[in-house]
């Protein structure tokens, strides 16, 4: 696995205020990412697992600290060159999905090409297209988002995601709202992005989908409280053994 960093947070806090009074969601986070990592990050719900992605994402700002991602320390940017910066370098999955509803499935896998102004105006359609084929929702390209089922709708997210073809990608709980079958079939296109050089950190409830990670971060009250490299041993029939967990 390379080792180059594409993700560095050192001292992030992150403090909201409430009418009940300051609330620390994050306190004094340090996380480094290496490109080609498979990463999951599980914990209670109201650990911080939402509140560190927004961190790396840029959707929200950190109380103290610095984010670096892809050499890059994003809250030094201004808000707009922060978003285009982010449209082009990474790919963000929503547990909602997030698509815009008066759209097609074509017309939002365009959206982040049109927003950073990648590809030209010919071949975008053709690159939606391409990765809504991949997805196997071809024949849907044309639909809106709410003739498709969840399962379908999120396939429709992953490739928005990768319009861009970013090298890094971020997932909030994208099998939350889906069966089983179709969380398993969305883990695997994950799998795939993993084996063509992407880098994913996702947010996971799901115990048996974090067992297949490389790596597992466990959140509690605000902190990175177990950090595991997990190493997937094949046996000589291919099938694969029970993996051995290192707690670092």
């Not at 499935?105 to 991949?134: G, S, T, W």
Request: contains cysteine.
């Amino acid at each position: 696995m390379a080792t180059t960093p594409l993700i560095e947070l050192r001292g992030v806090h992150k403090v909201y205020k409430t009418a009940a009074g300051s609330f620390p969601a994050l306190k004094g986070i340090n996380l480094t990412v290496s490109e080609g990592e498979f990463v999951a990050l599980i914990g209670k719900s109201g650990s911080g697992k939402t509140t560190l992605i927004n961190m790396i994402t840029g959707i929200d700002y950190p109380t103290d600290g610095t984010v670096k991602v892809i050499d890059t320390e994003i809250f030094k940017l201004q808000e707009g060159r922060l978003a285009q910066w982010r449209g082009k370098n990474m790919g963000v999955i929503f547990q909602f999905f997030q698509l815009l509803p008066t759209l097609t499935a074509i017309e939002n896998v365009m959206l982040p090409m049109d927003f950073c102004n990648m590809y030209n105006k010919k071949e975008r359609p053709e690159r939606a297209m391409h990765l809504l084929d991949q997805m196997g929702l071809a024949d849907h390209a044309n639909k809106i988002p709410s003739t498709l089922s969840g399962g379908q709708q999120q396939r429709v997210a992953i490739a928005r995601a990768l319009a861009n073809d970013p090298p890094l990608i971020l997932a909030d709980e994208p099998t939350g709202n889906l069966d089983s079958k179709t969380a398993e079939s969305i883990f695997e296109l994950f799998e795939d992005l993993i084996q063509n050089g992407k880098t994913i950190v996702m947010v996971t409830h799901d115990n048996d989908l974090a067992s297949r990670v490389n790596r597992d971060l466990t959140m509690a009250d605000g902190l990175i409280v177990q950090d595991r490299q997990i190493e997937h041993a094949i046996q000589n029939d291919g099938a694969q053994a029970v993996a051995q967990e290192t707690a670092q």
